[in-house]
């Protein structure tokens, strides 16, 4: 258990599914992140939330939507997806959005588009 | 964004081996992280150098960061199966970015 706790672990859905992916984070860590980890490609950065507040998004297609309620939960919602949106999503938190924090990740959620 | 490069890209060694990754930039580093995933796991924070010439140790893995702060290097003395997985680089931006990391095989 890392404090960072990620639902569903596994996830396979159509294209004209709707799922959510969510996060929680037990540390008191007030930035969280998603990442997306595709095979042979490195970690890519998706969007950032700092004190509930989105302060970066990296060009993701609007498929990808997120939402922060609180600094404790974070969510990912899906819609028409493609199958090369299949990957390992993983969540991270950081005690604050600045240098020097190291980050504590999730257990990821693998996602499968069929 | 700045950009961390990481080799080689794959390592194999024999258990009891040595093994080094390294990682490079082209400007100034303020920090750098280190990270490991094991295979089907998630990246584990391992430690952040800030210091120019830093050496820290944990066990049998040595972290140092140059003297220009332009590099870093993860080494481990005398490999052990339990160190199988991806050594990642990270930094020094906010947000993290990430090197495209060092697979490590060990060969029991």
């Known amino acids: 258990e890392t404090g960072v706790t990620q639902t569903p672990r596994h996830l396979v859905m159509g294209m004209t599914n709707k799922k959510s992916l969510k996060c929680e984070q037990h540390?008191?860590?007030?930035?969280m992140y998603w990442y997306k980890q595709s095979a042979k490609k490195p970690l890519e950065l998706m969007f950032v939330?700092?004190?509930?507040?989105?302060?970066e998004n990296n060009s993701v297609p609007s498929r990808f939507s997120p939402e922060c309620p609180n600094s404790s939960h974070l969510f990912l919602h899906l819609h028409t997806l493609q199958p090369e949106d299949s990957a390992l999503y993983l969540c991270?938190?950081?005690?604050?959005f600045g240098r020097g924090y190291g980050y504590t990740f999730g257990s990821g959620t693998r996602l499968t588009v069929v | 964004g700045q950009q961390v490069m990481q080799i080689p890209q794959y390592q194999h060694v024999q258990e009891g081996e040595d093994f080094t990754t390294y990682c490079n930039s082209s400007?100034?580093?303020?920090?750098i992280q280190w990270y490991k995933q094991r295979p089907g796991g998630h990246p584990v924070f391992l430690i952040q150098?800030?210091?120019?010439?830093e050496v820290k140790k944990q066990k049998r893995l040595t972290f140092q960061f140059g003297e220009a702060k332009k590099n870093s290097s993860l080494h481990i003395t005398a490999t052990q199966t339990t160190d199988v997985g991806t050594y990642f680089c990270?930094?020094?931006?906010?947000?993290?970015?990430f090197g495209k990391g060092t697979r490590l095989s060990v060969i029991a």
């Open positions: 991270a938190s950081s005690q604050d």
């Open positions: 540390l008191g860590h007030n930035a």
């Open positions: 939330y700092s004190l509930e507040e989105r302060v």
């Open positions: 400007t100034t580093l303020s920090n």
């Open positions: 150098l800030v210091k120019s010439g």
């Open positions: 990270a930094g020094p931006n906010t947000p993290l970015v």
